[in-house]
């Protein structure tokens, strides 16, 4: 007769015991496991297709690209670039002045004792001004004053703010406090009022200066210098023509020959800009359809194969597509959808549609602002939104569900431990007591022998 083994028989038992309860339970953590993958899966496709939508809604550049190319001028201008804001069309351009930063240098400055009296004052172009106490300048607490400490004291003053940044130069034994203007062009312009400070060499020498730059805007003609329409800014960053932006290097030679700007549609910018648009999106969708996919070949499905409302999700996204502004669909400017759910361009349907009707693509993309999103890709902004808002998306709301169902499985794990322990030490008690009677069974046989082998 085989000897029982009491714990190994409980725990056979005690698994049959469970054992139905715990495969639902370990089926339904590994579904819920799956949906929280696949959800993140999810967030990350539509959270990198709505960055590469911010891209195409530049407000700043737009869908349409457009070209600005410069002939003549020399170097006096050196970019020049153009948005959709802007005309095509030429123009004749003569840098009459650029913009400079007004800086000035104070030399032979004294060291001075601490007590100096009233505040230094910062004189700006723009009429406001600001005060410098140089009573507290002394870091070293050598009693006198130093020009770095008078340009560590100028940089922090309070109101200062980069208006004017002070700092020192030394040439052979000779140190400079200089100041510059924190901002190019007239406005930039500053004087520093030294009434306040004791009259001494001090007060004498910041009374003074030698200009190294004076504060001036950058004038441009538009057309010849002095017959044309000009132009006039704080920055050699020049964007006085709507659309445009000019580089401004130097000015050009009085009487010398204006530069030709000239503005027109950039086709093949244009279709890249539409290229990325195409691939943002057949990217999103290839995450969808594996997301979506149905099990083949022994394979099981994918976690949304029957998920309604990621079906509603791509059904939405697709009708964005279709939407129509101002008498033209994406299909006008060569977009077109297959069967699978991508989209492709054609570049040459494109070139028509641009030739045709260049300003209405812009219009049609629209922008995905929060509070001025519009066209398709505010349509699609607002599909994706639904689903990736933190507080009240589709996501955020799905996975909160996950983690519910998830606790309540773990509760009902805990519970279901606690039912095969039980089991188990019931079955263990049993086996333990059947071992038991097995033994005096077997010792009552063995006393049967010993007798019946001394009788004989």
Request: without cysteine; negative net charge; aromatic residues 4%.
């Amino acid at each position: 007769m085989a000897e029982i083994d009491p714990a190994s028989m409980a725990s056979q038992l005690a698994n049959l015991y469970v054992a139905s309860a715990q495969k639902q339970l370990t089926t339904q953590s590994q579904n819920a496991q799956n949906t929280s993958t696949a959800l993140t899966k999810l967030q990350s496709a539509l959270s990198a297709f709505e960055t590469a939508l911010g891209g195409l809604a530049s407000r700043s550049t737009g869908v349409l690209q457009r070209s600005a190319t410069l002939s003549g001028g020399g170097t006096a201008i050196t970019a020049a670039s153009a948005t959709a804001k802007a005309a095509p069309g030429s123009h004749q351009l003569f840098v009459e002045q650029v913009a400079t930063v007004h800086q000035v240098a104070f030399e032979d400055l004294p060291a001075v004792p601490v007590a100096l009296g009233g505040p230094l004052v910062v004189q700006l172009g723009d009429g406001t001004n600001f005060s410098v106490d140089l009573a507290m300048a002394d870091q070293n607490s050598d009693g006198t004053i130093s020009h770095a400490e008078i340009a560590r004291a100028i940089n922090l003053a309070e109101d200062n703010g980069g208006k004017v940044v002070a700092s020192t130069v030394t040439s052979g034994s000779q140190t400079h406090l200089v100041l510059s203007a924190g901002s190019s062009g007239a406005t930039g312009a500053f004087t520093l009022d030294a009434s306040g400070l004791p009259d001494g060499a001090l007060k004498t020498a910041l009374s003074g200066g030698r200009t190294l730059a004076a504060a001036q805007d950058a004038v441009v003609w538009l057309g010849a210098q002095g017959t044309g329409i000009r132009l006039q800014q704080a920055s050699n960053t020049f964007t006085a023509i709507e659309g445009v932006t000019l580089t401004l290097a130097q000015p050009m030679a009085s009487g010398s020959a204006p530069a030709t700007l000239t503005v027109a549609n950039d086709n093949s910018a244009t279709t890249e800009k539409l290229q990325s648009f195409v691939t943002a999106y057949n990217a999103l969708e290839k995450a969808l359809d594996e997301l979506t996919a149905y099990g083949k070949d022994g394979a099981g499905s994918a976690a949304f194969a029957s998920d309604a409302g990621v079906r509603n999700l791509r059904s939405r996204l697709a009708n964005a597509l279709r939407l129509e502004v101002d008498g033209v669909r994406l299909t006008d400017f060569g977009i077109k959808t297959s069967r699978d759910g991508s989209i492709s361009l054609d570049s040459a349907k494109l070139d028509k549609a641009l030739a045709a009707n260049p300003d209405k693509l812009d219009a049609l993309f629209g922008n995905t602002g929060l509070t001025t999103a519009s066209g398709v890709l505010g349509a699609l902004q607002s599909v994706s939104d639904s689903w990736t808002d933190s507080s009240q998306g589709q996501i955020k709301r799905r996975q909160d569900s996950v983690q519910i169902t998830q606790k309540r499985i773990t509760q009902r794990q805990d519970r279901l431990e606690l039912q095969y322990e039980n089991a188990y030490q019931r079955y263990l008690a049993q086996f333990t007591q059947l071992q038991n009677l097995q033994a005096q069974m077997s010792e009552t046989s063995n006393l049967f022998s010993s007798l019946s082998t001394t009788t004989t």
